[in-house]
């Protein structure tokens, strides 16, 4: 490309956003707008044929320059740092020149799993829409609500140039210590699926490309290059690949990014089963894999089905360069392959439209930053309140107990970190041994809780203790009618936490503060679930996550009740570690790139589910979370032998606006417990309104996969479904019969093929 083209370029991209999203609360349904189906087929027919025709046109070393590609960032240490960069590199994570003469834009790439990030400040001076983490936005439960995040995200990295995204964390969080469970969406594989697939299909009409990460059981960050995940076929089937399935059929993603573990002993990125078999083959898959930065280690991961290596300075050789090219040379490796490997990346360019870029609006970062709070008001779960909450016009003093609070918002780190427009308000670099110790530094969005809820209760005088000393917060504590301590659990890519406790003796600071005032309220900040050994001692318990760069406001409207809180737990928080299937994290505190194999016995029994089947109680289930209004179900009924609906009739019997998720569940097969969620909706009512919904239950959550058919089946029996506010609060309750049916991955959902 030449530096007048590259020019222009730059001039539309800075340009370049869609049409301003309405960041009105949403309101009903949860559903984003239909797709035109034959306009879909019609688009990707049209983009199957470029590709072919390009592709065809290309030479072998013009085809070899499209499947690897570099990290844009100079990194000490890794590859040459006087290397010349081309003209349009944007830094950040990634880049694979074009090819100009065909009409082929590079691969301009970004991490931007919760915001467009900017790692070690590169781009100076270029901040974006901090959301919030990915469980908050789980907690939603509210598809266009993540379709609209994924917009905005889009459009805010198509106006720095970059054309593919790498966000999409669809992994189930199986493992509730797992320093990267806050980039995903939920345990339950229909919640991820759907949530995921409406975030990535945002991002896609934005014109960027989609990934979807990281392809499969990336459920640890310890050793996480040499965790080896066996795993039984069908329960792997029923669960992450599941999540997996259901989101490329929501969201079409251009691309799916391979995990860095193993799985049943080969490299996810060379795995043969994974990426050939099931991707590619069972799904029909026609987007192409990349790999993640540093995760290949052989030329033949291409015949295992790796399309594109990614990051290749952090991988021993560029093995799809000099060693593929000899493979190609002696036979060894297929030039229909090769081609193959191309058109899959030229077909996701023509599909999302990165081929065609043309000016559009100035991207409207106020409406981002709506968008941003809006996720954070939804997403804020209200775990426990005994009459505590909102907080009341009466009360006269407030004391506000908790490591920076007076400062900002705690966030997720990593690949994922987001340098919001405000700022960090704080980094504490905290370190470590390891290849991610540099990006381990804790920092806070600025937007102080302690200010904006002295702007959200004016009537009252409060008072802030940073709760260094135990003593010293309860003696504030002691002195208001009020007292809320916040704390906080930072969690980052590349480390595991050990247990579920919260960390500095924070457990002891809320013992201290509400030994000294029983009126205390609790607000987590944190990437996980953790124990609560003072639960029972508090009035209110609300979970925030990491909320973004909103935050502090959310948390206030919510405490407050200018809003009332909706979100529902979208993981399970344990009463402790015993209760998980591995009560100690395999190969905890060896050396980075122990070999450990874990035998995930669970199989598809993951979060909730294990809890069923087990009979155990845990602190607060998948799905709960409460209002301050209050609703009740009535009229269910179920029907259907072929496509099982349910309809039920949701009221809100209280005083006020609120917003409820009515869930539907599998109880029981023939008295057998098979804990599943089928469907669910976002509804918001009304004082005394009333409104019957309908749930739609996926025929695969009916069903077990049989590895010897390769197809899912449905038994025939007796099936106990139940309308309910989480896994554990069933309302109502019906059986239904079913008749035996096998129906495959590629006949369609609906596809009756009964015995």
């Known amino acids: 490309m030449s530096k007048s083209m590259m020019k222009a370029l730059l001039t539309a991209c800075a340009a370049i956003a869609t049409t301003a999203i309405d960041a009105a609360p949403l309101r009903g349904g949860v559903q984003p707008a239909q797709r035109n189906q034959a306009a879909d087929e019609q688009r990707e027919a049209a983009a199957d044929r470029w590709a072919a025709t390009t592709e065809a046109a290309m030479t072998d070393d013009e085809r070899f320059s499209l499947i690897h590609g570099f990290m844009a960032l100079r990194i000490p240490g890794l590859g040459d740092p006087d290397a010349v960069w081309p003209d349009d590199v944007v830094p950040g994570a990634g880049y694979v020149p074009g090819i100009p003469r065909l009409g082929v834009p590079s691969l301009r790439e970004t991490d931007a799993s919760l915001g467009v990030t900017n790692p070690f400040g590169i781009r100076k001076g270029d901040s974006a829409t901090a959301l919030p983490a990915g469980l908050a936005l789980g907690a939603t439960f509210n598809p266009e609500l993540a379709y609209r995040s994924g917009k905005l995200v889009g459009q805010e990295a198509r106006a720095r140039g970059f054309n ?19 980039e995903y969406i939920s345990e339950d594989p229909l919640l991820s699926g759907i949530m995921g697939g409406a975030a990535i299909r945002g991002t896609q009409d934005a014109g ?37 399935q259901i989101a490329i059929e929501q969201g079409r993603p251009g691309s799916i990014m391979c995990a860095y573990n193993l799985v049943d002993g080969a490299k996810a990125c060379g795995n043969d089963f994974l990426l050939n078999k099931v991707l590619k083959q069972d799904w029909g898959y026609k987007g192409w894999v990349m790999s993640d930065w540093g995760a290949v280690s052989n030329a033949d991961f291409a015949t295992n089905g790796l399309d594109q290596q990614s990051g290749e300075q952090l991988d021993k050789q560029i093995w799809f360069d000099g060693p593929l ?5 002696d036979g060894s490796f297929d030039h229909a392959r090769l081609s193959d490997m191309v058109r899959r990346i030229l077909r996701s360019m023509k599909a999302v439209g990165v081929t065609d870029w043309q000016p559009q ?40 107990i908790g490591d920076k609070a007076q400062i900002g918002v705690l966030s997720g780190g990593g690949s994922s970190q987001v340098l919001p427009p405000k700022g960090w308000a704080a980094s504490d670099p905290i370190g470590g041994t390891g290849q991610m110790a540099s990006w381990r530094v804790a920092r806070w969005f600025a937007g102080a809780p302690v200010d904006a809820i002295a702007k959200a209760a004016p009537q009252a005088t409060v008072e802030f203790d940073p709760g260094l000393y135990p003593q010293s917060a309860a003696a504030q504590a002691a002195r208001a009618e009020l007292a809320i301590v916040f704390v906080n659990k930072y969690a980052v890519e590349g480390f595991d936490a050990p247990d579920l406790s919260l960390p500095y003796a924070q457990d002891a600071l809320i013992e201290a503060v509400v030994k000294a005032n029983p009126n205390t309220i609790v607000v987590l900040e944190t990437g996980n679930p953790v124990t609560m050994p003072w639960r029972d001692k508090v009035k209110a318990i609300v979970a925030a996550w990491y909320p973004g760069q909103k935050g502090a406001q959310a948390i206030a409207e919510i405490l407050t009740g200018k809003v009332n809180p909706s979100g529902r737990l979208p993981i399970t928080f344990p009463e402790a570690e015993s209760q998980l299937v591995r009560p100690t994290i395999p190969s905890f505190g060896t050396p980075e790139n122990t070999p450990v194999t874990v035998d995930m016995t669970e199989g598809a029994n993951v979060g909730y589910r294990w809890f069923g089947k087990q009979k155990l109680t845990p602190i607060y289930a998948f799905g709960h979370g409460l209002s301050y209004t209050s609703f009740v179900y009535s009229n269910l009924r179920v029907s259907g032998e072929t496509n099982v609906t349910a309809t039920v009739t949701v009221t809100n019997t209280g005083k006020r606006e609120g917003a409820d998720v009515p869930q539907l569940y599998l109880e029981s097969i023939d008295g057998r417990s098979e804990p599943r969620l089928l469907a669910f909706d976002r509804v918001i009512l009304r004082p005394q309104e009333s409104r019957t919904v309908m749930l739609t239950v996926d025929p695969r959550l009916l069903a077990n996969y049989d590895v010897g058919a390769k197809r899912w089946q449905i038994s025939g029996g007796r099936y106990a479904l139940a309308i309910a506010r989480s896994a554990t609060e069933m309302v109502a309750r019906k059986v239904i019969d079913l008749r035996s049916r096998r129906f495959g991955d590629m006949e369609g959902r609906g596809v009756d093929k009964r015995k």
């Open 164 to 182: 593919v995204l790498l966000g999409g964390g669809i992994n189930l969080t199986r493992d509730p210590r797992n320093g990267r469970n806050f």
């Open 361 to 400: 609006s100035p991207v409207d970062m106020a409406a981002h930053a709506a968008d941003a709070l809006e996720v954070a008001r939804q997403g804020i779960v209200l775990l426990k309140n005994d009459n505590v909450l909102p907080i009341a016009g009466s009360v006269k003093s407030i004391a506000i």
């Open 208 to 244: 960027v490309i989609g990934t979807a990460k990281h392809f499969a059981l990336n459920s640890n960050e310890t050793n996480r290059h040499s965790w080896n995940a066996v795993i039984d076929e069908a329960g792997l089937r029923e669960s992450d690949l599941l999540a997996f």
């Open 325 to 329: 090219k000899a493979k190609l040379a």
